[in-house]
Every structure is written in C-alpha cells, then in structure tokens.
T-cell receptor, first 118, second 115 residues
Framework: AQSVAQPEDQVNVAEGNPLTVKCTYS??????LFWYVQYPNRGLQFLLKYITGDNLVKGSYGFEAEFNKSQTSFHLKKPSALVSDSALYFC????????????????FGRGTSLIVHP | KAGVTQTPRYLIKTRGQQVTLSCSPI?????VSWYQQTPGQGLQFLFEYFSETQRNKGNFPGRFSGRQFSNSRSEMNVSTLELGDSALYLC??????????????FGPGTRLTVL
C-alpha cells in the first residue's frame, strides 16, 4: 500500500526567508511524487512532480522539491518566501507499478498550511 | 481553454436530505475523479469515472454515488445527509485514468454544509 505523511499541520515563516514544507512517503516500488497548492476558495493547483531523473525538481512560482530516496522524502522548498505563498500545500504519491487498494489512484497527504508573515 | 467547473459553489442542507453536485471537466478530458476534503482528513478519494463507467472507488458508504454522462460531465449524489458529510467536495479531471497520468486538474470545489 502507498501512503504519504505531512508531519506539520502548519509552517510559519517570515517573508524573505527560505521555506520548507515536509513530506515523507511509503510505496513498495519507485514513487511518482507531486505537490499541489490550494489558495482560499480555490481548487488544487499543480506545482511540480517527480517521476524520474534529477532529484531536484523545479516547479511553478519559484518552488522546488528534492527527492531523497534513502529518507523517503520529497520536501517542498523555496529560497525566499512571499506573503502571497500563504496557502495550503498537499503532497501526493502514487506507485505506478503496484496496485494500492485495487487502483493506482494517487494518495494525498492531509495538507500543510503555510503562513508567511510580512 | 476553460478549466474544471463545479456547481453549485456553496450548498446548505439539513440532515436526511439528499444533494447532487455537478462537475464539468476540461474539454477532451475523459476522466473525472471526486474527492472529499475536510480539515482533519485532508483529501480522500471518493470515486473515478471514465467513459461513463466507474473505474475506481474509495472507502465511502453507499450513500455516496455518482455517474458520468456521454459528454464527460459528472454528477455526485449524497443521500440521507449526515452532519459529518459537511466538507469541500473537489472534482478533478484528466486526459486518462487518474492512476495513469502525471497530473490532474482540479475544480474550485463545492462547499457543502449539513445542518
């Protein structure tokens, strides 16, 4: 079975400082990993994905994520946070080569609320 | 290209009633997945429809049902509403099955409040 954990319900950071939103996963094979962002009263928007290749993935709005196979992590990062980055962030995982609960549907984390203070 | 649209955006119902939510996917997308989002549980997968057939189903009671029409639009129905059904219901569309594509496109959601 596949699972994903976002250990922090909320992350607070000052504008201009680097930010990290943590995600760890569990799959039986090689994972496909995703980050989505949700702004108030909006649906989820795709930020970036890791399928294969370079462990550092760059995405939208200056975000990047680092895949670490040994630590089974896929943390989301940004060098300099903006107040407008304040939102709910979701990590998702799917194992494309192994059925989980009968399907390959991605599993989402519970979300981490990022608050960037001016 | 128009995004995923969901109607209505907000709904208030009372316990025991039923409700129908609608989702129109991006043009050309054949898969529609439904998720329930609550603060405590995050996103939980309800079901997926592809070419008018339910292809995958999450762990929700039979009160939750859905269907997909020939134009790929999908509806979700919840009967005998309970207080715990209060949530944001998100619809996501994709070109292929959700378990076989790299990205799903989400609608803004329908906020259901059960009193």
């Amino acid at each position: 079975a596949q699972s994903v954990a976002q250990p922090e319900d909320q992350v607070n950071v000052a504008e201009g400082n680097p930010l990290t939103v943590k995600c760890t996963y569990s799959v039986s094979g090689n994972p496909y990993l995703f980050w989505y962002v949700q702004y108030p009263n909006r649906g989820l928007q795709f930020l970036l994905k890791y399928i294969t290749g370079d462990n550092l993935v760059k995405g939208s709005y200056g975000f990047e994520a680092e895949f670490n196979k040994s630590q089974t992590s896929f943390h989301l990062k940004k060098p300099s946070a903006l107040v407008s980055d304040s939102a709910l962030y979701f990590c998702a995982v799917r194992d494309p080569f192994s059925l989980s609960g009968g399907s390959y549907i991605p599993t989402f984390g519970r979300g981490t609320s990022l608050i960037v203070h001016p | 290209k128009a995004g995923v649209t969901q109607t209505p955006r907000y709904l208030i119902k009372t316990r025991g009633q039923q409700v129908t939510l609608s989702c129109s996917p991006i043009s050309g997308h054949r898969s529609v997945s439904w998720y329930q989002q609550t603060p405590g549980q995050g996103l939980q997968f309800l079901f997926e429809y592809f070419s008018e057939t339910q292809r995958n189903k999450g762990n929700f009671p039979g009160r939750f049902s859905g269907r997909q029409f020939s134009n790929s639009r999908s509806e979700m129905n919840v009967s005998t509403l309970e207080l715990g059904d209060s949530a944001l219901y998100l619809c996501a569309s994709s070109l292929g099955l959700a378990g076989e594509v790299d990205e799903q496109f989400f609608g803004p959601g329908t906020r259901l409040t059960v009193l």
